[in-house]
């Protein structure tokens, strides 16, 4: 077919040409560390399924139970006649869960993030955020109409500094929790103090540190000791740690029936399927009381970055289920996880621009359901790749 787009055929080569062409992969199996993907059974460094609950069969068993009663569709908006008990119920126990007055469910992380930035700001106002955010942070406070300043990643010093440089009538200061391609955690503390003695409001996502960190999986704000107090505004998602789907706001009562009565991303949109909540709630059931999963984590994550060293492997600081080996060069990060990916190792090349320019790299992350033979063959693996 052709036409109307066919300007757009030679900006593709040069995506091509660049290193940076994206290509989906078809799964054949259930999500898990052995998957089988395109007609090959692979072993999965990719997922961010960090406590193996994808798969597993009390979360399967709660969701056939749900679709058996609900149905598999939600029918409307949560404003209309798709809020369920199901619903209400996974978020009353979410908000237990983060010891904040109530929770609120979007269907996705980036539906909540852009809802309680735009929600929270307009003109006038003035958003904060680290250069590394999630690229829905990034497009929240842009899509706010505030002004947004962007400071160093991790950078307190500098977020200081541009906080007391701009004046607004409301500030927030946006971070993740745990960055999503390098795997170190935001100095949270210090983010806080800021907030603290500039009246502003920190907002964390943490996508990526709930269910991983923390007493009882209770995230970045729990490993740091953060009360709801100096991280008011809590997002985090279902899909990762709790292998399931959606995401969720936490905080105070005033933050949550605002975000109902504001959030265009919540208000306009349908509602996730009753039975996912469900298996939600048989997630975050197993998430409270499992806690041999996160430190199965822990250890498979110092395993691996043990062997990294030996093999003189220069990973960044990150204790996080995400591990991070830059290569620099696009085409070359690509090259390397095809070689792996021919050997039967899943494991992906991030390339711009979803990190900076000259930064490619192979993002490794670990599942509680890995072995730990299963890390050093990867480790044998990375050793021959002479990287």
Not at 28 to 34: F, K, L, M, N, R
Not at 123 to 147: Q, T
């Amino acid at each position: 077919m052709t036409g109307a787009f066919d300007n757009l055929s030679p900006q593709l080569r040069q995506v091509q040409e660049q290193g940076l062409y994206r290509k989906r992969r078809i799964l054949e199996s259930a999500q898990g560390v052995e998957v089988r993907m395109d007609g090959r059974e692979l072993l999965n460094f990719s997922s961010n399924d960090y406590l193996g609950l994808a798969s597993h069969p009390e979360v399967v068993k709660a969701m056939i139970k749900g679709a058996q009663h609900y149905g598999v569709g939600s029918g409307s908006a949560h404003l209309l006649c798709g809020h369920s008990k199901a619903h209400h119920a996974l978020e009353e126990e979410l908000a237990d869960f983060t010891g904040r007055d109530r929770a609120l469910l979007f269907s996705t992380g980036y539906m909540a993030n852009l809802g309680v930035i735009t929600a929270l700001l307009g003109r006038g106002d003035a958003v904060f955020e680290d250069r590394l955010n999630h690229a829905s942070l990034l497009d929240g406070g842009l899509y706010s109409g505030a002004r947004l300043k962007r400071f160093r990643h991790a950078d307190v010093d500098a977020l200081a500094a541009a906080v007391q440089k701009i004046p607004a009538e409301n500030r927030l200061i946006v971070s993740d929790g745990v960055f999503s391609m390098d795997g170190d955690l935001a100095p949270l503390p210090g983010l806080a103090k800021i907030a603290a003695d500039n009246r502003a409001w920190l907002m964390v996502d943490d996508a990526h540190g709930i269910g991983v960190l923390g007493d009882k999986g209770s995230g970045s704000c729990g490993h740091f000791g953060l009360t709801p107090l100096q991280a008011p505004v809590l997002m985090a998602t279902l899909g990762k740690a709790f292998g399931v789907f959606g995401a969720f706001v936490a905080g105070s009562d005033a933050l949550i029936e605002t975000l109902i009565q504001r959030a265009r991303t919540y208000i306009y949109t349908t509602a996730m399927p009753a039975a996912l909540a469900e298996a939600g709630r048989a997630a975050l059931r197993l998430v409270i009381a499992e806690d041999w999963r996160r430190d199965r984590l822990a250890a498979l994550t110092q395993r691996f970055r043990k062997g990294a060293r030996q093999l003189g492997l220069q990973l960044p600081d990150s204790g996080s289920a995400i591990q991070v080996v830059r290569l620099g060069d696009s085409q070359r990060a690509v090259a390397v996880s095809e070689a792996l990916l021919q050997q039967g190792w899943l494991v992906g090349a991030i390339r711009p621009p979803t990190v900076p320019r000259g930064t490619a790299r192979l993002r490794i992350t670990f599942s509680a359901q890995h072995q730990f033979a299963h890390v050093d063959r990867l480790l044998d693996a990375l050793e021959k790749m002479r990287l």
